[in-house]
């Protein structure tokens, strides 16, 4: 079974079970997120559907979704990639300057030091971008990375290869 999730009109998808539980657990889905196992119908809040009540359960125990972080947090330096297909670039160029000190090294590739988190980047930033756009966020300070529209294949890849023990 395939699942489609809806933010702020756009949607997102198809993706697996373990994809799903994965962005509950990460805080990309909460009980108040649009999903549907149709691209086109069917949607309705996480917290309605049994197999995400589970998932959302199990997660209330650990950390709560990160917030976006205030001033008197530290700076932490993060490698920002980005391949924007769309009109966004200009409007995502200046989202990213409110996080903090911005570099561009490349087309697509920025450094920047602010005091964020790779979620909350990720979160916020995603916003802006449409369903053919990419980014990848490494928080190179605390060796967390996030992401957004990479694909199944990346995302499961990802996720295994950053989780694996030394």
């Known amino acids: 079974m395939s699942w489609f999730v809806k933010v702020e009109g756009r949607v997102y998808g198809p ?6 539980k994965a962005f509950v657990s990460e805080g990309r889905i909460a009980a108040h997120s649009q ?3 149709a691209r086109d119908e069917g949607w309705c809040a996480a917290s309605e559907v049994e ?3 589970t998932w959302l359960a199990a ?4 950390p709560a979704p990160e917030k976006r972080v205030t001033a008197g947090v530290r700076p932490a330096n993060f490698v920002i990639v980005t391949e924007i297909q769309s009109e966004a670039g200009p409007e995502f160029r ?12 490349t087309p697509g590739t920025w450094l920047l030091r602010g005091p964020t988190t790779a979620a909350v ?5 995603s916003h802006i971008l449409d369903r053919d756009d990419r980014l990848l966020i490494i928080d190179a300070t605390h060796d967390r990375a996030a992401w957004f529209n990479l694909g199944r294949d990346a995302d499961e890849n990802i996720r295994n ?5 030394n």
């Not at 980047?121 to 930033?125: F, G, P, Q």
Request: charged share 15%; glycine share 10%; aromatic share 10%.
């Open 121 to 125: 980047l990720r979160n916020e930033l």
């Open 35 to 37: 999903v549907s196992n």
């Open 59 to 62: 997660n209330a125990g650990g």
């Open 94 to 105: 200046n989202a990213l300057t409110a996080y903090g000190e911005l570099e561009q090294i």
């Open 161 to 165: 290869l950053w989780g694996r023990a």
């Open 15 to 20: 993706y697996t079970p373990p994809q799903m």
């Open 51 to 53: 197999e995400f009540t």
